[in-house]
């Protein structure tokens, strides 16, 4: 059975009985994501491109941490970010009521929307922030959009092999664009010369707390 659990940060994160894996690093789940996904990620795409709107794909929705700090990025910067997540077995309701992310962020009627909201439709969520919740496998996902940044949370290589292929590093790099960054808390090297294999430029850069490195991608043609 799926269950909550509590990380180094005190913020809450997921056990997957399916998976057997954690969904967060123990080392604190909010940092981690603040640090891989909007620090090294979100921010930094919108440091080099200076825009005031784009388009964000999260493969591995999971509980929604990574969609609620970026709406709350994008509430602070006054900029449009739409938001694509995909994922292939949604939380229970009972889990969500667990988690202690809106209280920690004092942000519970965001949090509250971005999981009632329907899937597989868009919603407004903000003033600065579209969600688009996707139920479906990343192997299957298709779409006509061109992403700015892309979080890829899958669990680890040594868990789902199939998610770190030559591939699906391929898919993510035709869902992107000249400039679009992708980021990882995987450092490995053969994700690395994978990505690499694929077309993007890959740097391997500081991690979050407990982890001393993650990758970023950046396509450049
Ligand atoms: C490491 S957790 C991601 C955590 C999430 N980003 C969060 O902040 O809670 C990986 C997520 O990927 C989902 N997942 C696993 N296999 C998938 C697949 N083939 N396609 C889409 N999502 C998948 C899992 O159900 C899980 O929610």
Redesign the pocket.
């Known amino acids: 059975m799926n269950e909550v659990v509590l990380t180094s940060d005190d913020s809450s994160?997921?056990y997957?009985s399916?998976?057997d894996?954690?969904?967060?690093s123990k080392h604190g789940?909010i940092q981690e994501?603040q640090h891989v996904f909007i620090k090294s990620g979100l921010q930094e795409f919108i440091h080099l491109r200076k825009t005031q709107e784009l388009n964000v794909l999260?493969?591995?929705?999971?509980?929604?941490?990574?969609a609620l700090l970026t709406l709350i990025e994008a509430e602070s910067r006054n900029i449009n970010i739409s938001y694509k997540g995909?994922?292939?077995?949604?939380?229970t309701d009972d889990l969500f009521h667990k988690l202690n992310y809106s209280s920690i962020l004092d942000c519970e009627n965001e949090f509250n929307s971005i999981h009632s909201t329907p899937w597989n439709e868009v919603s407004t969520i903000s003033r600065s922030f579209t969600l688009f919740k996707k139920k479906?496998?990343?192997?299957e996902?298709e779409d006509e959009k061109r992403f700015d940044v892309i979080?890829f949370?899958?669990?680890a290589p040594n868990t789902?092999e199939?998610?770190w292929n030559l591939d699906m590093m391929k898919k993510m790099y035709s869902l992107s664009r000249n400039g679009s960054i992708l980021v990882t808390y995987c450092a490995k090297g053969v994700v690395r010369r994978t990505m690499q294999e694929a077309g993007f430029e890959v740097s391997r850069i500081q991690g979050p707390p407990g982890k001393r490195e993650m990758l970023r991608a950046i396509r450049t043609t």
Request: glycine share 8%; aromatic share 22%; charged share 15%.
């Open positions: 994160s997921i997957s399916r998976f894996a954690l969904y967060h789940a994501s999260e493969i591995g929705f999971g509980t929604g941490l990574n995909l994922e292939a077995y949604p939380i479906c496998l990343f192997q996902f979080y949370d899958a669990f789902q199939e998610l």
